[in-house]
């Protein structure tokens, strides 16, 4: 059970983010129903939800979904944007329709807008959410979301196998990625690039040199000025790749001005 300050406690749920991993979660024993349809996203799904309910007890809740087509600036900026990403399982498509007639049923509020990803309206309600005093949970097993931790904003994983909620608040995500601040989060992972949403980085940077250029110069604007001082093909790369460098942190940058 969380005790944080605030009276307010807001929980947003990342809603794919979680039917994926409940989905994967049961694939050696998927949920089959009497009809034959796998239901391991939707039971997967509304266990998280109910035991959220049940233990943490939020004063607001809502769940975010990402809107058909993904987000409108991304991918006008740069077209391969998550061009790579695999088609959605079939069974979890089947459970779309589903997941958010039992959302409805609680009486919960979905969100949904066009053109902007779940991170970005999920970073924008934060936000909000900070100014007016309340304490944020972001509920999701995704690493971009460390970006938008502070003082009053966490990241909230659920257990899974019997094990506890894993809460990232600051000193955990600077723990974790080897920074001064949750921000040098969107250096890393611009640096790093990201496979699975086909962010490029910069070729021969993974997550280890990453952080070791972040924790030395602090952020990609000062490696890129600083140049000169990397060795070999280090410094070769930074060169020939600084535009797709920069393209890559405004990529994995959270949009906190959602409309």
Same mark, same amino acid.
């Given at each position: &059970?969380l005790?944080?300050? =605030?009276?307010?406690?807001?929980?947003?749920l990342?809603?794919y983010?979680?039917?994926y991993r409940a989905y994967f979660?049961? !694939?050696?024993?998927p949920r089959?129903n009497?009809?034959?349809?796998?239901?391991?996203a939707?039971f997967?799904f509304?266990?998280v939800?109910? $035991?959220?309910?049940?233990?943490e007890?939020?004063?607001?809740l809502?769940?975010v979904f990402?809107?058909?087509?993904? =987000?409108?600036?991304?991918?006008? !900026?740069?077209?391969?944007?998550k061009?790579?990403?695999e088609e &959605?399982p079939e069974?979890i498509? !089947?459970m779309i329709g589903p *997941?958010? $007639? *039992?959302?409805?049923?609680f009486?919960i509020?979905?969100i949904?807008l066009?053109?902007h990803? !779940?991170?970005?309206? *999920?970073?924008? #309600?934060?936000? *909000?959410?900070?100014q007016?005093g309340?304490?944020?949970?972001m509920m999701?097993? $995704?690493?971009?979301?460390?970006?938008?931790v =502070?003082?009053?904003?966490f990241i909230y994983?659920?257990g899974r196998?019997?094990?506890?909620p894993e809460?990232?608040g600051v000193p955990?995500?600077c723990?974790?990625?080897?920074?001064?601040?949750?921000l040098?989060?969107i250096?890393?992972l611009?640096?790093?690039?990201d496979? =699975? $949403?086909?962010i490029?980085?910069v070729?021969?940077?993974g997550?280890k040199?990453?952080?070791? #250029?972040?924790?030395?110069?602090?952020?990609?604007?000062?490696i890129?000025?600083?140049i000169d001082? #990397?060795?070999?093909k280090m410094q070769?790369?930074?060169?020939?790749f600084t535009?797709?460098a920069?393209v890559?942190k405004?990529?994995?940058?959270?949009?906190?001005?959602?409309?």
């Amino acid at each position: &059970m969380l005790s944080k300050n =605030s009276p307010k406690k807001l929980f947003l749920l990342d809603a794919y983010a979680l039917i994926y991993r409940a989905y994967f979660a049961f !694939a050696k024993n998927p949920r089959v129903n009497s009809k034959g349809q796998n239901t391991s996203a939707a039971f997967g799904f509304t266990n998280v939800l109910m $035991d959220v309910l049940a233990t943490e007890k939020p004063t607001h809740l809502a769940v975010v979904f990402d809107p058909p087509g993904g =987000s409108e600036h991304r991918q006008t !900026a740069f077209e391969a944007y998550k061009a790579h990403r695999e088609e &959605m399982p079939e069974d979890i498509r !089947a459970m779309i329709g589903p *997941i958010k $007639d *039992i959302v409805r049923a609680f009486n919960i509020p979905m969100i949904e807008l066009p053109g902007h990803e !779940a991170d970005d309206v *999920i970073g924008s #309600l934060a936000k *909000i959410a900070e100014q007016r005093g309340f304490t944020t949970y972001m509920m999701t097993p $995704d690493k971009d979301y460390a970006q938008l931790v =502070s003082e009053n904003t966490f990241i909230y994983k659920p257990g899974r196998g019997g094990n506890p909620p894993e809460i990232l608040g600051v000193p955990e995500v600077c723990a974790k990625f080897e920074v001064n601040h949750p921000l040098q989060v969107i250096d890393i992972l611009g640096l790093w690039g990201d496979a =699975s $949403d086909n962010i490029p980085g910069v070729p021969g940077v993974g997550e280890k040199t990453a952080k070791k #250029l972040i924790q030395e110069y602090g952020s990609m604007e000062a490696i890129l000025e600083n140049i000169d001082k #990397l060795k070999g093909k280090m410094q070769e790369n930074f060169r020939n790749f600084t535009e797709q460098a920069k393209v890559s942190k405004w990529l994995a940058t959270i949009d906190t001005q959602v409309p």
